[in-house]
């Protein structure tokens, strides 16, 4: 399965393409389709498996498919480092959007 069946919105893929992800890990084989469906996940990982584009790939294409101004996402991380850490990857992965 490859990031592009998920139906995640087109700059989206581009951004997780610039970074190099080939294919996705089981987390976000399990957690990006419920995602984007709406529904609410709770997910456990290892470090480096690929937690925050489980949730923030979902969340950037949700993002783009609402209004300007109509968009509202809160992520709590329990250390200013690893927010520092999903900020960048953020960043990184909506990088070819307007976000």
Same mark, same amino acid.
């Given at each position: 399965?490859?990031? #592009?069946?998920?139906?995640?919105?087109?700059?989206?893929? &581009?951004? *997780? +393409?610039?970074? #190099?992800? *080939?294919?996705?890990?089981?987390?976000?084989?399990?957690?990006?389709?419920?995602?984007?469906?709406? $529904?609410? *996940?709770?997910?456990?990982?290892?470090?480096?498996? #690929? +937690?925050?584009?489980?949730?923030?790939?979902?969340?950037?294409? +949700? /993002?783009?498919?609402?209004?300007?101004?109509?968009?509202?996402?809160? /992520?709590?991380?329990?250390? $200013? &480092?690893?927010?520092?850490? *999903?900020?960048?990857?953020? $960043?990184?992965?909506? $990088?070819?959007?307007?976000?």
């Amino acid at each position: 399965m490859s990031f #592009g069946n998920f139906g995640l919105a087109a700059p989206i893929l &581009e951004g *997780v +393409k610039a970074m #190099g992800y *080939v294919e996705p890990t089981p987390i976000q084989l399990r957690a990006i389709p419920l995602i984007m469906e709406g $529904r609410d *996940v709770i997910g456990s990982a290892q470090t480096g498996t #690929g +937690k925050t584009a489980a949730f923030a790939l979902p969340m950037l294409s +949700k /993002i783009l498919d609402l209004p300007k101004g109509k968009s509202r996402f809160l /992520i709590m991380e329990p250390t $200013r &480092e690893l927010a520092a850490q *999903v900020e960048t990857a953020i $960043r990184d992965f909506s $990088r070819f959007t307007s976000l």
